[in-house]
C-alpha cells in the first residue's frame, strides 16, 4: 500500500481537513496497477466506503479520477495528469537537493555530496562541507570510482547491468591516468555488495578511497524508478555511524526518500 507522505512537512499552520481527507483517498492510486473498486480505495484510505464514494463523486466531476462504466473500477483522470505536468515542469530537482543537503550537513555535522551519472561516471555537483573538512578531497566536477566508493556502489546497485559493466571497462582502459577517487574493482568482484545495496537501499565501500574516511550513500529516485542522484555523507570514522539501524543512515535515508518523493517516486517498501 502507498505510505502516505503528508504534503505539508510537518508545517502547523491551519488546514482544510476536508482537503486532506480527499488527498488520502487519492493515494491508494499512486501504486495501483490496475483500476480500483471502491471497496479498494476504501480500504487503503482508511475510510469508510461511504466516505470514499461521496469523494470519488466530486474527484470525477473534477476529472481528477474517471470510473470505468462496466465493471465500476476507479483510475486515476486527465486533470490528474495535468496536475502531475504542472508539477514536473515548475519542479526545480537541484535546488530542492541543494535544501536537502544543506539540512542534512548542519544536523550530523558531516560533509554531504550530491552525485549525477555523467560522462565519466559519478560526477559531484553539489557539496556541502562538514565542521572538518581537512579530510576532504571532493568538489564539484569530482568524478567517483563506479566500484571503488559509497556513491558509485549507489548507481551500480539502482542501474542497468550492461551500464555499469561499460563503466568498469573504461576505468580500466584509464588506468593510472585518472583523478578518478576510488580504486576500480572488477564487476565479478561487487556482485554480492551489489544486491545489498538494493536490499539495504543504501551503499558503503570497504576498503576506504580514503583511510579512516567513511561514506554511505543512498539514491534518489524518479517516477520511471531511475536513479537520479547519490546523496552521499562522507566523514571520519569515528563520526560517522554506518549501521543500518543507527540514526545517521536513518537521516540520509529520509532525505533521500522525500527527494524522490518529491520526484514522483512512490516506495512499494
Same mark, same amino acid.
Given at each position: 500500500m502507498t505510505e502516505k507522505v503528508h504534503p505539508r512537512n510537518g508545517?502547523?499552520?491551519?488546514?482544510?481537513?476536508?482537503?486532506?481527507?480527499?488527498? /488520502? =483517498?487519492?493515494?491508494?492510486?499512486?501504486?495501483?496497477?490496475d483500476p480500483l473498486k471502491l471497496?479498494?480505495?476504501?480500504?487503503?484510505?482508511?475510510?469508510?466506503?461511504?466516505?470514499?464514494?461521496?469523494?470519488?463523486? &466530486?474527484?470525477?466531476?473534477?476529472?481528477?479520477?474517471?470510473?470505468?462504466?462496466? &465493471?465500476?473500477?476507479?483510475r486515476l483522470g486527465p486533470y490528474a495528469l495535468l496536475l502531475a505536468i504542472g508539477r514536473m515542469r515548475s519542479f526545480d530537482a537541484m535546488k530542492a537537493a541543494a535544501v536537502a543537503v544543506e539540512a542534512l550537513s548542519e544536523e550530523t555535522?558531516?560533509?554531504?555530496?550530491?552525485?549525477?551519472?555523467? &560522462?565519466?561516471?559519478?560526477?559531484?555537483?553539489?557539496i556541502r562541507k562538514g565542521v572538518d573538512q581537512n579530510y576532504i578531497n571532493t568538489n564539484v566536477g569530482t568524478v567517483y570510482s563506479v566500484s571503488g566508493t559509497a556513491a558509485g556502489m549507489v548507481f551500480a546497485g539502482n542501474m542497468p547491468e550492461a551500464t555499469i559493466?561499460?563503466?568498469?571497462?573504461a576505468e580500466v582502459r584509464e588506468g593510472g591516468k585518472t583523478l578518478r577517487v576510488g580504486k576500480t574493482r572488477a564487476y565479478s568482484d561487487i556482485v554480492d555488495e551489489i544486491e545489498l545495496v538494493k536490499n539495504r537501499g543504501f551503499a558503503t565501500i570497504f576498503p576506504r578511497p580514503?583511510?579512516?574516511?567513511?561514506?554511505?550513500?543512498?539514491?534518489? =529516485?524518479?517516477?520511471?524508478?531511475?536513479?537520479?542522484?547519490?546523496? !552521499?555523507?562522507?566523514?571520519?570514522?569515528?563520526?560517522?555511524? =554506518?549501521?543500518?539501524? /543507527?540514526? !545517521?543512515?536513518?537521516?540520509?535515508?529520509?532525505? !533521500?526518500?522525500?527527494?524522490?518523493?518529491?520526484? /514522483?517516486?512512490?516506495?512499494?517498501?
Open positions: 508545517l502547523d499552520a491551519r488546514g482544510v481537513q476536508s482537503v486532506e481527507v480527499g488527498l /488520502g =483517498i487519492l493515494l491508494p492510486f499512486l501504486d495501483a496497477k471497496r479498494e480505495v476504501a480500504e487503503r484510505a482508511g475510510v469508510p466506503p461511504t466516505k470514499a464514494h461521496a469523494y470519488l463523486v &466530486s474527484f470525477r466531476r473534477m476529472g481528477l479520477v474517471e470510473q470505468d462504466e462496466v &465493471s465500476g473500477r476507479y555535522g558531516l560533509t554531504v555530496a550530491v552525485s549525477v551519472w555523467g &560522462s565519466f561516471g559519478p560526477t559531484v555537483v553539489q559493466r561499460a563503466a568498469i571497462r580514503v583511510p579512516g574516511i567513511s561514506a554511505v550513500g543512498a539514491p534518489v =529516485i524518479d517516477h520511471t524508478e531511475q536513479v537520479q542522484m547519490a546523496v !552521499t555523507l562522507i566523514g571520519p570514522e569515528s563520526h560517522l555511524d =554506518i549501521d543500518p539501524n /543507527g540514526a !545517521t543512515v536513518k537521516k540520509l535515508l529520509a532525505v !533521500t526518500k522525500r527527494l524522490s518523493f518529491e520526484h /514522483g517516486y512512490v516506495s512499494p517498501r
